[in-house]
């Protein structure tokens, strides 16, 4: 099961010190396959991409995504990009530009397009009860939209928990993505 980590900065801070310290720690107690810096609030993202990325490239073999920009991914030589769920009309762009494309899908119906536009894996959400994030889809759903589609889907959502983790890899996804599992 591969792990995605999705930074926040109500946890991970809207400064490089805290947010290389806090990478820091999560890196010295979790193994990542997938790491990837959103904060849609600081004025100062690239900068904060570009030490990202930095510091990563370092200390883990972890591939380094970056949110919603793909043409700062591209210039930062990041490992690929998240698009957001209204981003779709990106992904053959993104792609083109060499980039690993994760795109957010809420339903099943987007979960297809995004399989039809291209994009190599996708986050289906939420999961398991998620603050402000609607009412969960719960396993039974994902287990369905795991076997509709052929691209890696990470499960995200309200995991919080080895428990949860393990429920999920149960369904047959690909992964799982969480912002706060590894905090």
Request: aromatic share 8%; with cysteine; glycine share 6%.
């Amino acid at each position: 099961m591969k792990s995605y980590l999705i930074t926040d900065p109500s946890l991970y801070g809207h400064d490089a010190i805290t947010l290389c310290e806090r990478l820091e720690n999560v890196l010295q107690h979790h193994t990542l396959d997938f790491l990837c810096l959103r904060d849609k609030t600081t004025s100062i993202y690239p900068k904060l991409a570009q030490i990202f990325i930095e510091k990563l490239r370092n200390r883990s073999d972890a591939k380094i995504l970056l949110h919603g920009d793909f043409k700062l991914a591209r210039a930062l030589h990041a490992d690929g990009i998240h698009l957001t769920s209204t981003q779709f009309d990106s992904i053959s762009e993104a792609k083109g530009s060499g980039l690993y494309v994760i795109i957010s899908t809420h339903t099943h119906e987007e979960a297809l397009r995004a399989q039809e536009m291209g994009a190599d894996a996708i986050t289906y959400s939420p999961i398991f009860h998620s603050p402000n994030k609607g009412n969960p889809k719960g396993l039974e759903d994902l287990k369905q939209i795991v076997d509709k589609i052929r691209i890696p889907i990470f499960a995200l959502g309200g995991i919080l928990s080895q428990e949860q983790i393990t429920q999920v890899e149960a369904t047959g996804a690909y992964g799982f993505a969480s912002i706060r599992y590894f905090i």
